[in-house]
């Protein structure tokens, strides 16, 4: 073998061996990255169902889900929307907040949401919208920072309520989860099966990220 060809023999094995390196670190970094959820999800909490087991609070928080092309909210955001008016209507909760999407003028969670429930009886001074809420780390840092909330009923579908629940509580609000679950849903075994990784991308926000948020001056309920 001449020297040129033991070089160009060499460096391959070298770059091979780094590849290879480089694809078990990955493999590692990520299956580590998918245990997080064991090592900082909490016992599992209850997950509320029935109105009548709901502690009576003053605050509800609804996450925000999709809004169908009409203006109308989605299956999954109307059963949400519809368990918050539940809970106010019977005693459990005084205020509610809605918190949802707004990054674009074409496109709002929100007012979607509030003017639902005003539409079904809600008071309008008892609901309040939260237009930063990209995400639920948006909605549960928001609600603490900006909206000074310590306490609240969270309102959101049983597959998304331990990830709601976990920041919330780990972002300073003491939470119980409440089901809005009343359906099967379009992509639902999709959105359960992307919780997991979801739940993961929670610890690293809540503990190492702490991404940036859309601030602003305090509100009131």
């Known amino acids: 073998m001449s020297n040129n060809a033991y070089v160009i023999s060499k460096t391959f094995k070298r770059l091979f061996l780094a590849l290879g390196l480089s694809f078990v670190f ?35 928080i609804v996450f925000g889900a999709g809004v169908k092309s009409d203006g109308t909210p989605s299956d999954a955001l109307r059963d949400r929307l519809l368990t918050a008016a539940e809970l106010y209507n019977a005693g459990k909760i005084k205020k509610i907040l809605v918190s949802g999407d707004n990054t674009t003028i074409y496109y709002n ?24 809420g990209r995400r639920t780390y948006d909605t549960c840092i928001r609600a603490k920072e900006i909206w000074s909330i310590d306490e609240a009923i969270l309102v959101t579908q049983d597959f998304h309520l331990p990830r709601a629940v976990f920041t919330c509580e780990a972002l300073g609000i003491e939470s119980t989860g409440f089901s809005a679950s009343r359906q099967a849903y379009v992509m639902e075994d999709y959105y359960r099966t992307r919780e997991w990784i979801a739940m993961a ?21």
Do not use: H, Q, R, W
């Open 201 to 221: 991308k929670a610890v690293l926000d809540v503990y190492i990220l702490k991404p940036d948020y859309i601030g602003g001056l305090p509100e009131s309920l």
């Open 109 to 132: 969670e929100p007012d979607t949401m509030e003017a639902f429930l005003i539409d079904y009886g809600i008071p309008d001074e008892n609901v309040s919208a939260d237009y930063a």
């Open 26 to 60: 990955c493999l590692a970094a990520f299956a580590i990255f998918l245990s997080l959820p064991y090592f900082f999800l909490p016992d599992e909490s209850p997950i509320l169902t029935d109105v009548s087991e709901a502690p009576e609070l003053e605050v509800g």
